[in-house]
């Protein structure tokens, strides 16, 4: 086998850009229902978690253990169908395409390309964390697990979705459950957190019905399907405003400026484990949806509104890293920082060249993952110090070492750092970007500066300052929360310092090879890679 | 023999009904035992009913002179107000009704009314079972609240005089009642204002009856509120007989609809978002359904404001959705339905229950993946296709307000811990029972299932927008 892989790679012509290759080990697993059983088997284990009965917390634990192992075997289907994804294959993999409401044309029709694995790992892999960080919880487990799960499934949902009447039910429907976790179980704050989250993701989800069904009637008012609605000319006057619309949704999801103002108070009171889960995948939809329907579908509209987005991300990076700096409250910096990844995403997105959409692709995983740890380490790093007042933390790493390192590493994974995933998908947006975008570009870069400083002088204060004697006790993480934060770590450098991520042996996709992006933008000939239309034979 | 046939389930309600209001009487302790197994009596002869439709109504034929209609619309509906009569008797807590009798025949009679109107093929029978259904729900209401039941009437009969009249004055232009002979004589009749009036005055009337619940719910009945069942006939089966009337007759002056569109997508546009905010207003569970249940009708008369068959078939797919929620929901909260804080932990104490009614309240505010959401989304590419964007942009936010006020209730059942024992001056939760409790799973069980099998049943709802003459 290994001959094998050292003669197909060596036959390999070397050029400019990779050339398609034959996948080895593709094809050892195939279902037909890989991406249903990724969506429904949380469902359904919810609705079990949801019936069975649990006098006085009895099984508790045995609710936890089955949303783990849920989210492990999704983890393992999808890691399993990840390896025998083949990269250069021009079109969607693991297709499922059912009729669901002919009268409309409404289809149950699922499939993935390159960002869409991407983001399907994302999700899992957040999936498993978000349980882990979720293990403290001891009232109303089992309502708690259940939400998660359903959250979890519609996540996957939403990725999934190859036509936009799915899209539209996945997406929105992630709000309601997540709604339900911050109010029965987050801070103080709850109310407002909760409240503001519904009012901004409604709005959003207002904005994308729009757009999906300015889509459908502008193509002829037959399909939902991408592969129809995205593929027919719908003139000028509507791409812009289709465009604006995604936009909406996209940047109330991401979240980029002005449409932010949820994300303070939600990434602050949200409990940890749903703080995880909306900064690592939720919020990463906003990103993709800009990705799959805007630039992959109605490019002509993309580059309409490109500029838009590169302002837009360019005052996120900005406002978030001054924010921060501004911050009084712990948590409320953390919230604050959380926005940047998005912006730098969005830049990739906005600068429209192969390289600055290989690197957005990269970034939603690499900031999915900076995000959830920088979001969750601060909370872990206030909850162990039992205060969130920037005022009192102080000098704290001597007596929570496991904490204090890992928030430092998230915080070098939040700033794209060398080693870390975030610095390669942040070197390839910019250096794609500088072409096209080069004031967005370079404002960005000037935002990433100023968070740098606020990173520094919050940890400075927070870790490494003189103790604070009139602070609260101070205790170091527990397992499990040394756990999810390692492993959120873990991922970050991996990507970082692999880029081929796991895989089975035998098997050869790179996690970020940028043959992943050519199914979605191949027929796209300003921003499509110059390897793009080729297809791999088994 | 087959035109017999098509009368035996509205036979069977009919003589239903009947028989619970003589079996009712019983009351001492010798029948007691039996009385407690009239509501399952009641469901069966429901659903006996609703499968004996299934059979003979999937022929397509006018009876009787033209007077029954027989064809997939009346199917639809007949079938919806049925299971949604059913799913109410089944799930109701019978503790809180103020008869026992009454409480099983009122609906199955108001049933009927809404039936009647499905497959009338003229005004008088469309005033007729109208009528039959609001005076259900009077009678349902003033049992506990006679002056709340003094005030329905009343305005139900002023909605029947405004109705009378605009029947009265389209009769007049056309010089038919049959629905069909009015669809093919306005076909070349020009818009104009004496025609106009008529149309307006009796499209109003139905609107103000399809919304009636609200007024009557919307208030504060502290002291003594209605009875659950009651407000479930209101807000369900009357509204839902009242929609089923303007649906037919909406498609009867389809061909001057010039006269009307902008009235209906006026009251579509202030049902949708008034229904939302106000859900959002009040803190009742009860109160919240009504008008939640207000603002789906919203949807549904923008629905039949597209005038095509796509739109009208959502619309219709739509009603059957909102007709089981509505009917069935407030029976589902019990008494305790009047007050956020006695339902609060619900979840708890009677989970099935606290399960029916969040599925219902999402699905009445339009939330994937369940019913509301399939129709709402369905009229909303129709109102794109036919150029309805304003009253889309209305109607999706009255759907983000409708979401918020379910997440409101929904988090006081599952989030909130019950109230402390003995705390006085609340209402009871609804007594466990298992009929109940299979009620309240059946009901879980309709609500999702819609959703799940949205295709074949909106398949039969578009049948039933074409059997209406739309193309």
């Known amino acids: ?538 | 023999m087959t035109k017999y046939l098509l009368l035996v389930p509205e036979t069977l309600v009919v003589a239903g009904a009947a028989a619970m209001l003589l079996l009712g009487r019983f009351s001492t302790s010798r029948y007691r035992r039996w009385r407690s197994s009239l509501p399952a009596v009641a469901v069966a002869v429901l659903l006996i009913a609703a499968a004996v439709e299934l059979r003979a109504g999937a022929d397509v034929n006018t009876y009787f002179g033209g007077a029954l209609l027989v064809d997939r619309f009346g199917l639809f509906v007949k079938l919806a107000v049925l299971l949604a009569t059913a799913a109410g008797i089944a799930v109701a807590d019978w503790g809180a009704e103020d008869s026992l009798a009454l409480g099983l025949a009122m609906p199955m009679l108001a049933a009927f009314g809404v039936m009647v109107v499905a497959s009338s093929g003229d005004f008088v029978g469309v005033w007729a079972g109208l009528e039959l259904a609001g005076a259900a729900g009077v009678v349902m209401l003033a049992l506990r609240r006679p002056d709340a039941g003094l005030r329905l009437l009343l305005l139900s009969a002023a909605a029947s005089a405004l109705m009378l009249i605009g029947l009265g004055y389209v009769y007049a232009s056309v010089g038919t009642a049959e629905l069909g002979g009015v669809h093919g004589a306005l076909l070349g009749a020009a818009p104009t204002l004496p025609l106009a009036l008529p149309v307006l005055v009796l499209l109003g009337a139905l609107i103000y009856r399809a919304a009636l619940a609200p007024l009557q719910v919307g208030a504060a009945h502290a002291l003594m509120p209605p009875s659950p069942m009651s407000i479930g006939l209101v807000a369900g089966l009357a509204a839902a007989a009242a929609v089923v009337a303007a649906v037919k007759i909406s498609v009867a002056v389809g061909p001057v609809s010039a006269v009307y569109s902008p009235y209906i997508e006026i009251v579509a546009a202030l049902a949708m978002a008034g229904g939302g905010a106000a859900a959002m207003a009040v803190r009742a569970p009860r109160a919240r359904l009504a008008f939640l249940a207000a603002g789906q009708t919203g949807w549904v008369i923008a629905g039949l404001g597209t005038e095509f068959r796509t739109g009208v078939g959502a619309a219709v797919f739509l009603l059957g959705a909102l007709v089981v929620a509505a009917t069935a929901a407030p029976a589902a909260a019990g008494g305790a339905g009047i007050s956020e804080l006695a339902v609060s932990g619900l979840a708890t104490l009677r989970p099935a229950r606290a399960a029916a009614l969040s599925l219902a309240m999402l699905s009445l505010a339009g939330a994937p993946p369940l019913a509301g959401f399939f129709g709402e989304f369905t009229i909303a590419a129709a109102l794109a296709r036919s150029g309805h964007l304003e009253l889309l942009a209305v109607g999706l936010l009255g759907s983000l307000l409708s979401l918020v006020a379910a997440v409101g209730t929904i988090r006081v059942l599952y989030l909130q811990n019950p109230p402390e024992e003995g705390r006085r001056g609340l209402p009871a939760l609804p007594v466990w029972t298992r009929f109940s409790t299979l009620g309240a799973v059946a009901l879980c069980a309709v609500i999702a299932g819609y959703g799940l099998f949205a295709n074949p049943i909106f398949s039969l709802a578009d049948q039933g927008a074409e059997a209406l003459g739309l193309k």
């Open chain 1, 1 to 538: 086998m290994i001959a094998g892989l050292v003669h197909s790679i060596a036959s390999q012509p070397f050029g400019p850009s990779p050339s398609p290759a034959t996948v080895p080990g593709a094809n050892i697993f195939t279902s037909a229902f890989i991406l249903s059983i990724a969506i429904w088997a949380p469902v359904l284990m919810a609705a079990v978690i949801g019936v069975m009965p649990n006098p006085r917390g009895r099984y508790d634990t045995l609710i936890k253990q089955i949303a783990f192992f849920t989210n492990f075997l999704v983890l393992f289907l999808l890691f399993v169908a990840y390896n025998q994804f083949q990269n250069f294959l021009p079109s969607m993999q693991y297709e499922e395409n059912r009729s669901w409401l002919p009268a409309i044309g409404a289809t149950y029709h699922l499939g993935v390309d390159g960002p869409a694995i991407l983001m399907l790992m994302l999700s899992a892999l957040i999936g498993i964390i978000a349980v882990l960080a979720s293990l403290g919880i001891r009232t109303r487990v089992r309502a708690y697990f259940a939400l998660l799960l359903l959250t979890q499934a519609c996540v996957t949902g939403a990725i999934a979705a190859h036509d936009l009447f799915v899209l539209v039910l996945f997406w929105s429907a992630a709000t309601v459950p997540l709604a339900l976790l911050i109010l029965g179980w987050g801070g103080p704050r709850r109310e407002a957190a909760a409240w503001r989250l519904v009012g901004y993701w409604g709005a959003g989800t207002l904005a994308l019905v729009l757009a999906v069904v300015g889509l459908y009637v502008a193509s002829g008012g037959t399909s939902f399907d991408m592969d129809v609605v995205l593929k027919n000319p719908i003139g000028p006057r509507a791409e812009v405003v289709v465009a604006v619309a995604l936009l909406i949704a996209g940047a109330t999801r991401l979240p980029l400026f002005p449409l932010h103002g949820w994300a303070r108070d939600v990434y602050a009171d949200a409990p940890i484990g749903v703080s995880v889960v909306i900064a690592g995948s939720a919020s990463r939809l906003g990103g993709y949806l800009l990705l799959r329907v805007l630039v992959g579908g109605e490019p002509d509209g993309a580059k309409l509104v490109a500029p838009l987005v590169a302002a837009v991300a360019a005052i996120t990076v900005v406002y978030g890293a001054v924010a921060a700096l501004r911050s009084p409250d712990v948590r409320h910096a953390a919230a604050n920082l959380a926005l940047i990844p998005g912006g730098v995403t969005a830049l990739g997105l906005a600068a429209l060249t192969p390289l600055s959409i290989a690197g957005s692709v990269l970034s939603l995983f690499a900031g999915g993952m900076a995000s959830a740890l920088i979001v969750s380490a601060f909370a872990t790093l206030s909850d162990r110090a039992q205060t969130r007042n920037l005022a009192v933390l102080s000098g704290v790493a001597a007596r929570m070492p496991k904490v204090a390192w890992l928030t430092v590493l998230a915080a070098l994974g939040l700033l794209g750092v060398p080693l870390m995933a975030s610095f390669t998908s942040n070197e390839m947006t910019f250096f794609g970007a500088f072409k096209t975008q080069p004031v967005g570009a370079f404002a960005v870069a000037a935002g990433l500066a100023v968070a740098a400083i606020a990173v520094a002088v919050i940890i400075q204060r927070v870790l490494f300052g003189p103790p604070n004697p009139d602070a609260p006790a101070v205790s170091d993480s527990s397992l499990s929360e040394s756990w999810y934060l390692g492993l959120l770590a873990g991922a970050l450098l991996w990507v970082g310092i692999v880029p081929g991520g796991p895989k089975i042996p035998g098997t050869d996709t790179p996690l970020f090879d940028p043959g992943l992006v050519n199914q979605m933008v191949a027929n796209i000939p300003e921003i499509s890679a110059p390897y793009s239309g080729t297809s791999a034979t088994p």
